[in-house]
Nanobody, 125 residues
Framework: QVQLVESGGGLVQAGGSLRLSCAAS????????MGWFRQAPGKERQFVAA????????YYADSVKGRFTISRDNAKNTVYLQMNSLKPEDTAVYYC??????????????????WGQGTQVTVSS
């Protein structure tokens, strides 16, 4: 049974930084791409970043490019999202997600089958 547990959210002032972590369990972590998504109040969930199973390729939404960095440590079964230069519009619940298929990466939430419980990020102005 795949489990994803996020941590690291909180309240930060605009311009600040946070690092989110997502610990995975239940299968061989290094075979699967991972993604981060977010959902702001009253809005649909949107793609933030994704990383291939070996960590060699990363992808970002235009709104976070240059400010956020996704990375992974396969030895620790953990994926990270380093968020710098945070803006009030980054306020949302952040979710990590994983697909059911190995060696496959997608930027669409429809292709992700496993989701964490979410962690709240609030950026004050």
């Amino acid at each position: 049974q795949v489990q994803l547990v996020e941590s690291g959210g909180g309240l930060v002032q605009a311009g600040g930084s946070l690092r989110l972590s997502c610990a995975a369990s239940g299968r061989t972590f290094s075979r699967y791409a991972m993604g981060w998504f977010r959902q702001a109040p009253g809005k649909e969930r949107q793609f933030v970043a994704a990383i291939t199973w070996y960590g060699g390729n990363t992808y970002y939404a235009d709104s976070v490019k240059g400010r956020f960095t996704i990375s992974r440590d396969n030895a620790k079964n953990t994926v990270y999202l380093q968020m710098n230069s945070l803006k009030p519009e980054d306020t949302a619940v952040y979710y990590c997600a994983a697909p059911d298929s190995a060696y496959s990466l997608s930027l669409s939430e429809n292709e992700y089958d496993y989701w964490g419980q979410g962690t709240q990020v609030t950026v004050s102005s």
